[in-house]
C-alpha cells in the first residue's frame, strides 16, 4: 500500500522552528519534497531533493529551511527556521516514484503566530 505519513506540524511563536517529517512506504521514492498552500492562495513549491542529493527551494524559505532525507528509512525531512507568521499552511509530502508516478501526503498544518 502506498502511502505519505507527514507529522511535525503545529504552533509556533514567530522565530521559532518546527521540524516536519515524511516517510515514504509502499514504494521507492525518487525526488521527494515539501509544497504548502496558505489560505487563499495556491500550492507553491517549498523544497525538494533528488536520490542524489541535489536541493531546491522556494525563493521565500531559502536560508531559513534545510530539506534532508535518509533513503534507507525512505524519509524526507523539512527543519524550518526563523518561522514568520507568512509560512502559515498546510504542508505536504510529495515524492515521486522511480516509476514515474507522484503521491501527496495527507498534509500537516504549521501556524507561526506572531
Known amino acids: 500500500q502506498v502511502q505519505l505519513v507527514e507529522s511535525g506540524g503545529g504552533l509556533v511563536q514567530a522565530g521559532g522552528s518546527l521540524r516536519l517529517s515524511c516517510v515514504a512506504s509502499g514504494f521507492s521514492a525518487n525526488a521527494m519534497g515539501w509544497y504548502r498552500r496558505a489560505p487563499g492562495k495556491q500550492r507553491d513549491l517549498v523544497a525538494v531533493?533528488?536520490?542524489?542529493?541535489?536541493?531546491n527551494y522556494g525563493d521565500s524559505v531559502k536560508g531559513r529551511f534545510t530539506i534532508s532525507r535518509d533513503n534507507a528509512k525512505n524519509t524526507v525531512y523539512l527543519q524550518m527556521n526563523s518561522l514568520k507568521p507568512e509560512d502559515t499552511a498546510v504542508y505536504y509530502c510529495?515524492?515521486?516514484?522511480?516509476?514515474?508516478?507522484?503521491?501527496w501526503g495527507q498534509g500537516t498544518q504549521v501556524t507561526v503566530s506572531s
Open positions: 510529495a515524492a515521486g516514484s522511480t516509476d514515474g508516478m507522484l503521491y
Open positions: 531533493i533528488i536520490s542524489g542529493g541535489r536541493t
